[in-house]
């Protein structure tokens, strides 16, 4: 089966070993879906322009404004803290969303992986018939 998380990836650090974007000024645009992000989380800083939220010092930024109305799978599924959040957003098209990553553990760096997806539905119902054996 096909990973639906595989597509745009990024590793951002710039040369002095910042995280390009852990500033909400500098927040990563997903251009494209389903977006992956692998990133090392001990050169992320605290802004302040970050919003206040207990436990949470050093961020992570990400954008996207999609061009129609969508439903995203957000995760951050093989993320090596001791955490793993997931969430399913609807996201308004024309409009700029913004995504503040962080952990409650920020004086111990890890590894974040983000995943981010369209969530695709079918649209044919399902068919309802026995199964057949086929000995």
Request: glycine fraction near 4%; proline fraction near 9%.
């Amino acid at each position: 089966m096909k990973d639906p998380f595989r597509g745009q990836q990024n590793t951002n650090q710039n040369s002095d070993n910042q995280i390009e974007e852990d500033d909400f000024d500098d927040a990563l645009p997903l251009t494209a879906l389903p977006f992956h992000s692998a990133l090392y989380t001990g050169y992320t800083t605290h802004s302040p322009d970050d919003p206040p939220y207990p436990g949470c010092d050093e961020t992570v930024w990400y954008r996207y404004t999609p061009q129609r109305r969508v439903e995203l799978d957000v995760d951050t599924a093989g993320s090596d803290a001791s955490f793993h959040s997931r969430l399913r957003l609807t996201l308004h098209g024309g409009e700029t969303y913004y995504l503040m990553v962080c952990s409650h553990l920020a004086e111990i760096p890890y590894n974040l992986h983000l995943r981010v997806a369209p969530i695709l539905y079918s649209y044919f119902p399902l068919l309802n018939r026995p199964v057949v054996n086929a000995e």
